[in-house]
């Protein structure tokens, strides 16, 4: 069983930043791929980042390229985004996921496993 835990997640002002932190226990494994996805109210679940095992591959959602960065420490087994010039369009859940095959998609179902997710608010 894998376990992930979000946290970092909170109420900021339209320019201002986050630092979301995801953890990964249970299972060990190695050469996975991970990602984060965000939920808004009433909309569906939407891909943001993903990362590749080593960390030299990454991909971003046009909305928030630029933006975010995503990184990852394998020894530590955590995985980052942090979000700089959010807007209020930003605001919403955050999911982080893990994908067994090792090669990062922007689907959901491309991932096996998911946090329960952590509340971003940004206010205009």
């Known amino acids: 069983q894998v376990r992930l835990a979000e946290s970092g997640g909170g109420s900021v002002q339209a320019g201002g930043s986050l630092r979301l932190s995801c953890t990964r226990s249970g299972r060990t494994f190695s050469n996975y791929g991970m990602a984060w996805f965000r939920q808004a109210p009433g909309k569906e679940r939407e891909f943001v980042s993903a990362i590749s095992w080593s960390g030299g591959f990454t991909l971003y959602a046009d909305s928030v390229k630029g933006r975010f960065i995503i990184s990852r420490d394998n020894a530590k087994n955590t995985l980052a985004l942090q979000m700089n010039s959010l807007k209020p369009d930003d605001t919403a859940v955050y999911y982080c996921?893990?994908?067994?095959?090792?090669?990062?998609?922007?689907?959901?179902?491309?991932?096996?496993?998911w946090g329960q997710g952590t509340q971003v608010t940004v206010a205009s």
């Open positions: 996921a893990v994908d067994l095959s090792g090669i990062p998609g922007t689907q959901r179902y491309d991932y096996e496993y």
